[in-house]
């Protein structure tokens, strides 16, 4: 089994720096076949983090906060299988993916195996661009499965639930395992699903 930790666990401990990180708050939702966990709601100080790693690029904060999730979902890691949301064009496994950075940490304290279980077939749209309607829209054929099964899919944040569903149909997990989660009332959307 390929280990992602190894490479990143190397280069954080050259740039790492002091980070407030908050305690987290795991919670639990169950979104149809499925149940969502997420450490954090996305607001305030974790919003700041996540903007710090995913858009300035700061893979050291990501390996952190991937071990932070590890440690906290150690019980629900350990010994799964676990997969994230991929990008389009990306390069697996160093570049292309803001989540490699956190795969890596939470791989390390999760105990837990990283496979590919889906590629992303084709450009979109950012979903934070767009309304809960055209999310489903915009995701619609993006992606297809590898082959690889994963009981759990990781994604940074969650909003809409729009990915997780799209993933879902592609090929089925247990779990859907965010950082953070922007706090509405999904539970109409999956009854449908």
Same mark, same amino acid.
């Not at 939702?29 to 997420?38: C, E, I, Q």
């Not at 071990?67 to 979902?73: A, N």
């Not at 940490?105 to 590629?119: D, E």
């Given at each position: 089994?390929?280990?992602?930790?190894?490479?990143?666990?190397?280069?954080?401990?050259?740039?790492?720096?002091?980070?407030?990180?908050? *305690?987290?708050?795991?919670?639990?939702?169950?979104?149809?076949?499925?149940?969502?966990? %997420?450490? %954090?709601?996305?607001?305030?100080?974790? !919003?700041?983090?996540? !903007?710090?790693? !995913?858009?300035?690029?700061?893979?050291?904060? /990501?390996?952190?906060?991937?071990?932070?999730?590890?440690?906290? %979902?150690?019980?629900?890691?350990? /010994? !799964?299988?676990?997969?994230?949301?991929?990008?389009?064009?990306?390069?697996?496994? %160093?570049?292309? *993916?803001? #989540?490699?950075?956190?795969?890596?940490?939470?791989?390390?304290?999760?105990?837990? &195996?990283?496979?590919? &279980?889906?590629?992303?077939?084709? &450009?979109?749209?950012?979903?934070?661009?767009?309304?809960?309607?055209?999310?489903?829209? *915009? #995701?619609?054929?993006?992606?297809?499965?590898?082959?690889?099964?994963?009981?759990?899919?990781?994604?940074?944040?969650?909003?809409?639930?729009?990915?997780?569903?799209?993933?879902?149909?592609?090929?089925?997990?247990?779990?859907?395992?965010?950082?953070?989660?922007?706090?509405?009332?999904?539970?109409?959307?999956?009854?449908?699903?």
């Amino acid at each position: 089994m390929f280990s992602l930790f190894s490479w990143y666990a190397d280069y954080v401990d050259e740039v790492s720096k002091p980070w407030v990180i908050p *305690n987290p708050d795991p919670r639990e939702v169950t979104f149809g076949k499925y149940t969502v966990h %997420y450490a %954090y709601s996305y607001y305030g100080q974790v !919003k700041s983090l996540v !903007k710090q790693w !995913k858009f300035q690029g700061d893979h050291a904060l /990501g390996f952190r906060l991937g071990e932070l999730m590890g440690i906290t %979902y150690n019980r629900l890691l350990q /010994g !799964k299988v676990v997969s994230y949301v991929p990008r389009y064009g990306e390069s697996y496994p %160093y570049f292309g *993916n803001h #989540l490699f950075s956190f795969l890596a940490g939470l791989q390390k304290t999760g105990n837990c &195996a990283v496979v590919p &279980a889906y590629v992303k077939t084709r &450009a979109t749209m950012p979903q934070k661009t767009l309304s809960r309607s055209a999310r489903m829209v *915009n #995701l619609h054929d993006a992606f297809v499965p590898t082959g690889a099964t994963a009981d759990i899919v990781l994604d940074d944040v969650m909003t809409t639930g729009a990915t997780s569903r799209v993933l879902y149909k592609c090929s089925p997990f247990k779990v859907w395992l965010v950082l953070a989660r922007v706090e509405l009332d999904l539970s109409s959307d999956f009854r449908k699903a």
